[in-house]
């Protein structure tokens, strides 16, 4: 019995996890980057690019994995290496994100995929389960070249 607890004690969580079901909807995606921007705030952690992230994929759950009576979720979680790793999931996993190739003729819409990838680390998609698909974006401050900075939170030092 006590290597079953051992183990347990040692499982590796992270003290700093975020997670909120929202609308799918453009009101639900603008209250899932209020709440992000807030959080990240109360964790000491820049705001930027990490809200313009959170925005870009929730409004892409909102308007492209919409499903009515359903709704998405968002979620923020750091690791121990302090990578910020955003989440946001939807219920249309048939409906993958595609970015769209940079446009010779500017339009009004089409480019959020291309902003997360140009702001995250590394982003990606998650099946699973059916219906379900999370789309996910990672800021690293190790090998994210300026792009993000933690500062200390409390007087505690928690990054670079």
């Not at 690293?140 to 070249?145: H, I």
């Amino acid at each position: 019995m006590s290597d079953v607890n051992e183990q347990i004690s040692t499982l590796h969580v992270s003290a700093r996890q975020f997670c909120v079901p929202l609308s799918a909807t453009r009101r639900g995606a603008r209250l899932g980057r209020l709440l992000a921007t807030e959080q990240l705030r109360s964790w000491g952690l820049p705001l930027d690019p990490a809200r313009l992230i959170v925005a870009e994929l929730a409004a892409n759950a909102a308007l492209h994995g919409r499903v009515p009576g359903r709704s998405f979720r968002l979620a923020l979680a750091v690791t121990a290496e302090g990578v910020l790793r955003i989440e946001v999931t939807d219920t249309r996993g048939e409906a993958l994100p595609v970015p769209q190739p940079a446009a010779t003729v500017p339009a009004e819409c089409g480019y959020g995929l291309l902003l997360v990838e140009e702001l995250a680390d590394r982003w990606g998609v998650r099946h699973g389960p059916v219906p379900r698909k999370t789309v996910w974006a990672e800021l690293d401050p190790a090998t994210g070249a300026g792009k993000y900075v933690l500062r200390s939170h409390a007087g505690r030092g928690c990054g670079r």
